[in-house]
């Protein structure tokens, strides 16, 4: 799936579909029409969607490379898989209920081109209403991380930034990023070996972002990059199940990192269950 121009090097673009055919297929459509100013190929990996997504993509875009698993690898195993079967210097990574309003390419691979020392450049996410939906982290500690969106403690603190990074009016360097709208080099992206497997959902964008750091690349906040996001849409009915894979995620991180700090550990891992099993209590009770 070529642009027009020959200005940039080629770009692979990547999408992992889950049960979101008509929103990833909306999103192809959005890249054909506005995405014309750098040579790209668009490649869809379906992690074993139940809701017809594949027969949807190929019927709507005959040409487009879909990857089909027949079952749900994970985000970063899927990306993995997508990188093996690409050929672009830059990956970009899009989720599947990002909104795509303009060709943000160009503002994206000219900052690499005047940072050689960058891996990562992340774009400025919106609500559908337009507000700011924040994306970047710091790296997670044991103190910082019940500040975290997902702890009750945030509401109590919501103005802090000792987590959650605030909305830059220029490109920052940032710890870490969610992968929803972030584009990456490829060599990057290989010398630090590409996401761990390990994480099956969520963290494994920050663990990348630690082991970019530790290779001496940076990771910037573009906030001119903007894409619209709807948000979780892969989990809508089953919300508690996306809590267990990131409170999952979360322990492997800090088990990963800081794995000889055992009695720290024990004390994450107990507020996590106890936090998990709060949250299915909630979800029951909503549900009758």
């Known amino acids: 799936m070529a642009g027009s121009s020959e200005s940039h090097p080629l770009l692979s673009i990547i999408i992992i579909n889950y049960n979101t055919g008509r929103l990833t297929a909306r999103l192809v459509e959005a890249i054909h029409r506005l995405v014309t100013s750098v040579r790209h190929e668009l490649i869809v990996v379906d992690n074993g969607s139940c809701d017809g997504s594949v027969r949807v993509l190929k019927r709507r875009f005959p040409l487009l490379t879909v990857i089909e698993s027949r079952k749900n690898l994970g985000f970063g195993k899927a990306v993995n898989l997508a990188v093996r079967r690409s050929s672009g210097e830059f990956l970009w990574l899009l989720n599947s209920d990002c909104l795509l309003n303009r060709d943000i390419v160009p503002v994206m691979l000219d900052y690499f081109g005047a940072n050689a020392d960058v ?86 964008d920050t663990d990348i972002c630690r082991r970019f750091g530790d290779h001496r690349w940076k990771v910037v906040y573009i906030p001119h990059a903007e894409v619209g996001h709807l948000w979780a849409r892969s989990w809508l009915g089953s919300q508690w199940l996306r809590h267990f894979y990131h409170y999952q995620s979360m322990s492997r991180y800090f088990r990963k990192h800081f794995e000889s700090d055992v009695f720290r550990l024990a004390i994450l891992d107990t507020i996590l269950v106890i936090g998990l099993g709060l949250k299915l209590v909630f979800s029951v009770a909503r549900a009758k």
């Open 119 to 204: 891996a990562a450049v992340t774009g400025r996410l919106v609500s559908a209403d337009g507000s700011f939906q924040a994306s970047c982290r710091r790296f997670p500690n044991f103190s910082n991380v019940f500040l975290s969106r997902q702890s009750p403690l945030s509401r109590l603190f919501p103005s802090t930034t000792s987590y959650t990074l605030p909305d830059y009016s220029v490109p920052t360097p940032v710890d870490a990023c969610a992968c929803t709208n972030t584009m990456i080099r490829r060599s990057a992206f290989e010398a630090v070996g590409g996401f761990d497997e390990r994480f099956f959902m969520y963290c494994e």
